[in-house]
Structures are given as structure tokens and as C-alpha cells.
């Protein structure tokens, strides 16, 4: 039996109640949101925190910002930031 993957069950209701048709995968020890068959976000543990990255124009994930990534203290927190978009980077 597959084990229960309360953060992947998070994340998806999140998208849920807000109408997003993005998909969720779980990825290198993190989770891929995936929108019109491409990756846009990607959201991972690190520590005791979420850290939010984008797949940026050069192919690869990368930190948000000049000084380092963005990081959120819940996984709610961070997809309500990839949901909220308030960058434009990934939708």
C-alpha cells in the first residue's frame, strides 16, 4: 500500500479551491507544479521551512530574487505564493 503524502494532499487542495488545473509530482525531494504540460514551480522542504523556485528561462529551477530563495514558514504559505503569482513568473 502507498504511503499518505499529507503535504502532496495539502498542496492539491489548495489548487482545488482555487480552480488551478495545475498538476502536482512529486520531485527530487520536493513538488513540481506542473500547468499546461510544462514545470513552473516547485516548492521544497529545507529544514523547518518551504523554499519556492521557478523554472526559469535558462531551463534549469532557480532561487526568486537576487539574494536567495523565498521561504515560507508552512507549505500553505508557499503555494498560497506560487497561487498569488505576485512576481508574474509562473503563470
Do not use: N
Not at 31 to 45: E, H, L, N, S, W
Amino acid at each position: 500500500m502507498a504511503k499518505s503524502d499529507p503535504a502532496r494532499l495539502s498542496i492539491e487542495a489548495m489548487l482545488a479551491a482555487r480552480g488551478c488545473p495545475a498538476q502536482v509530482v512529486r520531485a527530487s525531494r520536493g513538488y513540481t507544479f506542473v500547468y499546461d504540460g510544462r514545470a513552473v514551480a516547485r516548492v521544497r522542504p529545507r529544514g523547518t521551512c518551504w523554499e519556492v523556485a521557478w523554472w526559469s528561462y535558462r531551463d534549469t529551477w532557480e532561487h526568486i530574487g537576487d539574494f536567495g530563495g523565498v521561504f515560507f514558514g508552512t507549505i500553505e504559505e508557499a503555494v498560497a505564493y506560487v497561487l498569488d503569482d505576485p512576481m508574474g513568473i509562473f503563470w
